[in-house]
C-alpha cells in the first residue's frame, strides 16, 4: 500500500525554527515528486512547492518561496518543510501528498501535520 | 500565474439531488485539471483527473468534463458520504494552484 506519514502536530513561538517530516512507503519513493500544500484554519488549500527525492530538484510557489524550505533524504524516504522563524501566520494543518503525475494530481497525501505557532 | 475560480463556493443539497460545480481557469490549461473531496478533519482525495478520468475506487455517480477553461464536476445521485468540500486545480503548469473551494451542505 503506497502510504505517506507525516510527523505528529508541533507548538512553537514565534522566532523558532521548526522541521516537519513525511515519510513515504510501498512505492519507489525516488520516482515520484512530493508536494506539500497548506491549509489555514478555515481555509482553503494553498500549493506551496514539490521536490523530486531523486535528484532533489525543488520548485516553489512564489507565495512561498524564501519562507521555508523543502528537502529530502531518499535514503530514508522522507520530505521535510522547514521554517528557520516561524510566525503566527504560518499555523495551519501542512499535508505532504505524492504527485502520482505532473499532469494528473496528488495522490495519496499524508494525514496532515498541524502547525501552531503562538506567544 | 492561472487562477481558478470554484461556483458556487456554498450549495446546499439533499440526498438523491444532482450537483455540478464549475471551475473557471483565468487562462487555458487544456485538460490538466484535477478535483479533490475533502471531508473535515481529513486530507484531501483525489477524485478525477484529466478534467474527466475517475481515480480508481471513486464510485462511478461522480463525473467530471471540460477542457480549456471551464470544467463541471457532477455528483449523479448525492448520497450521505459526499457532504464534503470539493477542489479544483490545474496542473497546467507547475504552479499547482487550487480554486477556493466549494463546500456541499445537506439541505
Known amino acids: 500500500e503506497v502510504q505517506l506519514v507525516q510527523s505528529g502536530a508541533e507548538v512553537k513561538k514565534p522566532g523558532e525554527s521548526l522541521k516537519i517530516s513525511c515519510k513515504g512507503s510501498?512505492?519507489?519513493?525516488?520516482?515520484?515528486?512530493i508536494g506539500w500544500v497548506r491549509q489555514m484554519p478555515g481555509k482553503g488549500l494553498e500549493w506551496m512547492g514539490i521536490?523530486?527525492?531523486?535528484?532533489?530538484?525543488?520548485r516553489y510557489s512564489p507565495s512561498f518561496q524564501g519562507q521555508v524550505t523543502i528537502s529530502a533524504d531518499k535514503s530514508i524516504s522522507t520530505a521535510y518543510l522547514q521554517w528557520s522563524s516561524l510566525k503566527a501566520s504560518d499555523t495551519a494543518m501542512y499535508y505532504c501528498a505524492r504527485l502520482f503525475d505532473l499532469r494528473i494530481g496528488f495522490d495519496p497525501w499524508g494525514q496532515g501535520t498541524l502547525v501552531t505557532v503562538s506567544s | 500565474d492561472i487562477q481558478l475560480t470554484q461556483s458556487p463556493s456554498f450549495l446546499s443539497a439533499s440526498v438523491g439531488d444532482r450537483v455540478t460545480i464549475t471551475c473557471r481557469a483565468s487562462?487555458?490549461?487544456?485538460?490538466?485539471l484535477a478535483w479533490y473531496q475533502q471531508k473535515p478533519g481529513k486530507a484531501p482525495k483525489l477524485l478525477i483527473y484529466a478534467a474527466s478520468t475517475l481515480q480508481s475506487g471513486v464510485p462511478s455517480r461522480f463525473s467530471g468534463s471540460g477542457s480549456g477553461t471551464e470544467f463541471t464536476l457532477t455528483i449523479s445521485s448525492l448520497q450521505p458520504e459526499d457532504f464534503a468540500t470539493y477542489y479544483c486545480q490545474q496542473l497546467n503548469s507547475y504552479l499547482y494552484t487550487f480554486g477556493q473551494g466549494t463546500k456541499l451542505e445537506i439541505k
Open positions: 510501498g512505492y519507489s519513493f525516488t520516482s515520484y515528486w
Open positions: 521536490i523530486y527525492p531523486g535528484d532533489s530538484d525543488t
Open positions: 487562462q487555458g490549461i487544456s485538460s490538466y
